[in-house]
């Protein structure tokens, strides 16, 4: 099994923290179906936004699976230990420090995936925070800034040395953004260059392409993202694919019909009815891709405005056929 300091998971499976998508309805989810560990989405250090709608949502735990994992942003490493402290306070178990955003809003203040370039700010910062807090931290990055410059290695080597408990890496560079293929060469590299767990992230959505990340890169686990959005028992099939060589059989309509009417119950529980509602259209969208119809469909469910007429839409949705209409 795989150990992150003191907590041993139940498998080598995680779900990403992704800014907008792993908030607690959908980590709650993903956790029921088998991730053997979800990250929360990005709270920044800033202290001046702690206490802001978007803070606050990210910073919620309750009903959540242990050990909980929260991810923190930004570029000083005073902020970045203030806020480790901060969370660990108010629940975390495990502190996640992001150097992986490609994101330019993060990226123009020298956060995220940015901070690669600065071997040097990199090691303040993950020395900084290590010392600041008795739980485990974690960190995930990209493979470097640019192709020209893949210091993954070199960055994880700075890591284990300050303290850092597990790596998460994204088989991209920052300049790659999410373009291309994912490349696992360097994260087979990182793997042979430190002691510590290694996730393998990137372009991972199947079990059967875990499995051959796992086999390429010798990585302890694989970190699941955007593959997950809509299909939250994805990483639950994962694992038990990893661990017995047999994949489970997705959950069929009906049942995708009853975890998708679930997770909606539960966004408009968390956000509240206004953001509830219009959160819910993006996780609803993910859902429909399947459908041959899913444009249709997806028009027809952005055009609903309360709760219940989602709701109704779902629970009708899995009546139609996908060739034939469904009224609004």
């Known amino acids: 099994m795989l150990q992150i300091g003191p907590y041993t998971l ?95 809003k993060v990226c123009r203040k020298a956060a995220g995936s940015a901070l690669l370039a600065d071997e040097a700010l990199v090691r303040a910062i993950l020395e900084s925070v290590v010392a600041a807090v008795e739980v485990p931290v974690t960190l995930k990055i990209r493979t470097g800034s640019s192709p020209a410059d893949r210091n993954g290695p070199t960055i994880a080597r700075i890591a284990e040395d300050a303290g850092i408990a597990a790596l998460a890496v994204h088989g991209r560079t920052r300049a790659c953004a999410f373009n291309g293929e994912a490349e696992y060469d360097t994260i087979a590299r990182i793997v042979e260059a430190t002691d510590i767990p290694v996730f393998a992230n990137g372009d991972i959505n199947s079990p059967q392409k875990a499995s051959a990340v796992i086999a390429h890169t010798g990585a302890a686990g694989v970190m699941i993202g955007r593959a997950a959005q809509g299909r939250p028992w994805l990483c639950g099939q994962i694992a038990t694919h990893l661990a017995t060589g047999i994949t489970p059989a997705a959950p069929g309509p009906a049942q995708q019909s009853q975890i998708l009417q679930r997770h909606v119950k539960h966004l408009h529980a968390f956000y509240g009815d206004f953001m509830g509602v219009r959160i819910a259209r993006k996780h609803v969208s993910w859902y429909l891709n399947a459908r041959p119809d899913a444009l249709r469909q997806r028009k027809l469910f952005n055009q609903l405005a309360h709760p219940q007429e989602q709701l109704h839409f779902i629970v009708r949705l899995s009546e139609v056929e996908p060739d034939k209409e469904l009224a609004a």
């Open 10 to 104: 139940p498998n080598r499976v995680a779900l990403a923290p992704m800014a907008g998508v792993s908030d607690l309805p959908f980590r709650r989810l993903c956790a029921e179906f088998g991730a053997g560990l979800v990250v929360s989405e990005m709270i920044s250090c800033n202290p001046r936004l702690r206490h802001s709608p978007k803070t606050q949502w990210r910073s919620q735990h309750d009903e959540e699976i242990a050990p909980r994992s929260v991810q923190i942003a930004g570029n000083d490493p005073q902020e970045m230990a203030a806020a480790a402290q901060y969370n660990v306070a108010h629940g975390a178990q495990i502190i996640d420090i992001n150097m992986g955003c490609p994101a330019k």
